[in-house]
């Protein structure tokens, strides 16, 4: 089983999905959470010290979304395996949708390639929106003091989540909420699916 959290940068994905698979493995549920990042903090650091400005500047318009949907395309990759050959739910912070949201709200080309490669990924038995407001996004990113996100391209990304013809199947939860509050409600959510599992 996969469960996918979805969002806008600073939403809590992967701090609520480090949690779930947590309490699922304490409720007696082997559970896994399996990270799905594009390395994007590798690309610009990396960038910074050869004197570019971020990975896109280093990598260049067409190459870096190349190599960033490759990264992800790979770790999806592993969580399949993972969850198939240990039986464990893979708990994801992201799912093949973000690297669509993600690449249309920045302009680039080959979304439609992407999809096409992405294509062989079975859809997640359960997806859950966070849904957190640009602003609170922003100063949650940039709190954490790892990269930095403009209000624009955030709620650019939120409405590219809105606008995908699947997002009326998501579980959409209050991000704004409390750590506490949007926790419980993932697990109401886990609850629907793999039974009485998380306390």
């Not at 198939?84 to 973000?98: A, S």
């Not at 590219?160 to 409390?178: I, K, N, Q, S, T």
Request: with cysteine; net charge positive.
């Amino acid at each position: 089983m996969i469960i996918a959290l979805l969002g806008v940068d600073g939403s809590g994905k992967s701090t609520q999905a480090k949690a779930l698979a947590g309490r699922l493995s304490a409720a007696g549920v082997p559970a896994s959470y399996l990270e799905n990042a594009g390395g994007r903090p590798v690309w610009n650091a990396l960038a910074r010290r050869l004197g570019r400005r971020d990975g896109v500047d280093l990598f260049g318009r067409r190459l870096y979304p190349a190599l960033e949907a490759t990264v992800r395309w790979l770790a999806l990759a592993r969580a399949v395996l993972v969850t198939r050959v240990t039986g464990r739910v893979g708990v994801m912070d992201r799912w093949t949708w973000c690297q669509y949201v993600i690449m249309r709200a920045r302009g680039d080309r080959g979304v439609r390639l992407v999809r096409a490669a992405y294509a062989p990924f079975p859809r997640p038995d359960l997806v859950c929106f966070l849904a957190v407001s640009p602003t609170r996004a922003e100063r949650r990113v940039r709190d954490r003091g790892i990269d930095t996100e403009e209000l624009a391209h955030l709620t650019a990304l939120d409405a590219g989540y809105r606008a995908l013809p699947e997002f009326a199947d998501f579980v959409v939860l209050d991000g704004d909420a409390d750590r506490a509050a949007v926790a419980a409600g993932l697990d109401r959510a886990v609850r629907r699916v793999i039974g009485g599992t998380t306390r």
